[in-house]
């Protein structure tokens, strides 16, 4: 199986995002954020049990693990961890109006450095999975 190249990888993170678009707007309502923070993280923790992703699926990409085997669900649950922090900010009201923004841009930018300097993203390391595509 071949890497997945970084082009695809985002647009895959792009387009599983703008399903979750109408939740991060909901988000910044206080006191609502609380639920869709909630719903938001859940959406990036399980959306790979799809397998794929939407995202994924619409660019011809697959999670792995490192041996090429299927990803069993508990690494697709643990590969997408670093993308629920900031939904999980949302859900503290007031303060998670400017610290969930901040922290899941911060959370997406180094993921970001990481595929591109090390080829796969702090997710992907901690559960042992990879990105390819299909054949």
């Known amino acids: 199986m071949k890497k997945a190249e970084i082009g695809p990888r985002i647009g895959a993170v792009i387009i599983d ?31 790979d049990l799809l397998r794929p992703s939407l995202g994924k699926k619409a660019l011809g990409l697959e999670v792995v693990g490192m041996n090429g085997e299927r990803a069993t669900d508990q690494q697709l649950l643990m590969r997408n961890l670093p993308f629920i922090i900031a939904p999980l900010l949302s859900m503290i009201p007031f303060l998670g109006i400017v610290a969930s923004p901040a922290v899941g841009l911060l959370v997406n930018v180094g ?22 595509a299909k054949s």
């Open 17 to 47: 995002a703008i399903i979750g678009i109408p939740l991060v707007l909901l988000s910044f309502i206080p006191f609502v954020g609380i639920f869709t923070g909630l719903l938001l993280a859940a959406y990036w923790l399980c959306r």
């Open 111 to 132: 993921e970001l450095i990481m595929v591109i300097t090390q080829g796969h993203r702090f997710g992907d390391q901690i559960a042992g999975t990879q990105v390819v």
